[in-house]
């Protein structure tokens, strides 16, 4: 089966840093979502992207965060600085179109100390 | 703007009894509705859709939503539960013309042997 590959799985970062994580979409797949999930929010829209121009960042806060698809095989998402309060899993999702679905990756768990 | 509302955060059963998981959403166009399923440690994964036709949709592993336009409601059924169906169960909608895919704040089925 064709799958979002995310990396890295795990990420412990000090306040202050920068963080990026990475993800590959399903080759094919031109509609691109980063999602934070954390217990007290859900899930939370942070971007997306259609043939990877960005179509809607709003949810994603735009001092400290950006995400960007340099090709069709890569999209990105960096936190600079990172703080303890955007510890959380943050998924990437793939898609040709809502109706068949998105397919998410297995998620970065991101811990800011 | 669209939302997403589950009322039960979690939601225990006996294993090969029923259960139903609602969601509620609200909109001020046509929707689609979506229910995803997420196993610890994994990504969201798409169990079953409505986009238009039978209200009444299914999935393979024996669930089922039905589509209720006048309660704006898309709960889930199943009518016997097994261990393995024990995750978090996503409701999640999508408005005409627009891409986004908007989740309320999932259901956590736990199953009792």
């Known amino acids: 089966d064709a799958r979002v590959t995310q990396t890295p799985r795990h990420k412990v970062t000090e306040m202050g840093q920068e963080v990026t994580m990475r993800c590959q979409p399903i080759?094919?797949?031109?509609?691109v979502f980063w999602y934070r999930q954390t217990m007290m929010q859900g899930l939370e829209l942070l971007a997306y992207f259609r043939n990877r121009a960005p179509l809607d960042d709003s949810g994603m806060p735009k001092d400290r965060f950006s995400a960007e698809m340099p090709d069709a095989t890569l999209a990105t998402l960096k936190i600079q600085p990172s703080e303890p309060r955007d510890s959380a899993v943050y998924f990437c999702?793939?898609?040709?179109?809502?109706?068949?679905?998105?397919?998410f990756g297995s998620g970065t768990r991101l811990t800011v100390v | 703007a669209q939302s997403v509302t589950q009322l039960d955060s979690q939601v225990p059963v006996f294993e090969e009894a029923p259960v139903e998981l609602r969601c509620n959403y609200s909109?001020?166009?046509?929707?689609?509705l979506f229910w995803y399923v997420q196993y610890p440690n994994q990504g969201l994964q798409l169990l079953l859709k409505y986009l238009s036709g039978s209200t009444l949709v299914e999935s393979i592993n024996g669930f089922e939503a039905e589509f209720n336009k006048s309660q704006t409601s898309f709960h889930l059924r199943k009518p016997s539960v097994h261990i393995s169906d024990t995750a978090e169960y996503f409701c999640?909608?999508?408005?005409?013309?627009?891409?986004?895919?908007?989740f309320g704040t999932g259901t956590r089925l736990t199953i009792i042997p």
């Open positions: 999640a909608v999508s408005e005409f013309g627009n891409e986004k895919l908007t």
């Open positions: 080759l094919g797949h031109n509609t």
């Open positions: 909109s001020s166009v046509s929707v689609y």
């Open positions: 999702a793939s898609g040709e179109d809502r109706e068949f679905g998105y397919t």
